[in-house]
């Protein structure tokens, strides 16, 4: 079965912190692992990763991907109140987007 | 560019009703997925249309159907409502390849009574 775990499932952080959120999944027929950030309703896409290896970044946010382990990791750096909300790992099989409980993410002035 | 677009926003039903949920896509996409999410269980995936074809299916029971019409827009509907598909039901877009990211919408809240 498909299994996707995140971690940790809650941080507390000042503004101003770094933060790494992890994502590791078993996932048969594995095509990529999508990030998003989830505040009150649609899940906002951030970040498409394909290859082993390769660092993907938009502004402070920068995510990498390790198909050997498994795994990938999302880092979040000088974070922002505005940062606050619940980060979603989610691996992609042929068929469709598997979905880890997600990170909860609170960042304080 | 406009994003997905679900209506209603909110919706209040009791038991045994049926509903029917309307997504719009983002102009150019073809794919469209929905999905439920709830405190307990996440983000599941309930279907998949492409071209007006379901193209894959989660492990909804067959009360949870979908249908998608030629200009991409999709219409989920359930019927015989329980108090557990109370949720918040997502639809996402995409493009035609299944390497494009998928895009929510804001969702429709559904609550069942």
């Known amino acids: 079965e498909d299994k996707v775990v995140q971690s940790p499932l809650s941080l507390v952080v000042h503004e101003g912190d770094t933060v790494t959120l992890n994502c590791s999944y078993e996932v048969t027929n594995f095509r990529s692992l999508l990030w998003y950030k989830q505040e009150k309703k649609a899940p906002t896409f951030l970040f498409m990763l394909?290859?082993?290896?390769i660092e993907k970044k938009s502004g402070r946010l920068s995510s990498i991907l390790d198909k050997k382990e498994l795994s990938s990791i999302l880092n979040i750096t000088a974070t922002q109140t505005g940062d606050s909300a619940i980060y979603l790992c989610?691996?992609?099989?042929?068929?469709?987007?598997?979905f880890g409980t997600g990170t909860r993410l609170q960042v304080f002035p | 560019k406009a994003g997905v677009t679900q209506t209603p926003r909110y919706l209040i039903k009791t038991r045994g009703q049926q509903v029917t949920l309307s997504c719009s896509p983002i102009?150019?996409?073809?794919?469209v997925s929905w999905y439920q999410q709830t405190p307990g269980q996440g983000l599941q995936f309930l279907f998949e249309?492409?071209?007006?074809?379901?193209?894959n299916k989660g492990n909804f029971p067959g009360r949870f159907s979908g249908r998608q019409f030629s200009n991409s827009r999709s219409e989920m509907n359930v019927s015989t409502l329980e108090l557990g598909d109370s949720a918040l039901y997502l639809c996402?877009?995409?493009?035609?390849?299944?390497?494009?990211?998928?895009?929510f919408g804001n969702g429709t809240r559904l609550t069942v009574t």
């Open positions: 996402a877009s995409s493009l035609v390849s299944l390497d494009s990211p998928l895009h």
């Open positions: 249309y492409f071209s007006e074809t379901q193209r």
């Open positions: 989610a691996p992609r099989n042929t068929d469709k987007l598997i």
């Open positions: 394909t290859s082993s290896g």
């Open positions: 102009s150019g996409h073809r794919s």
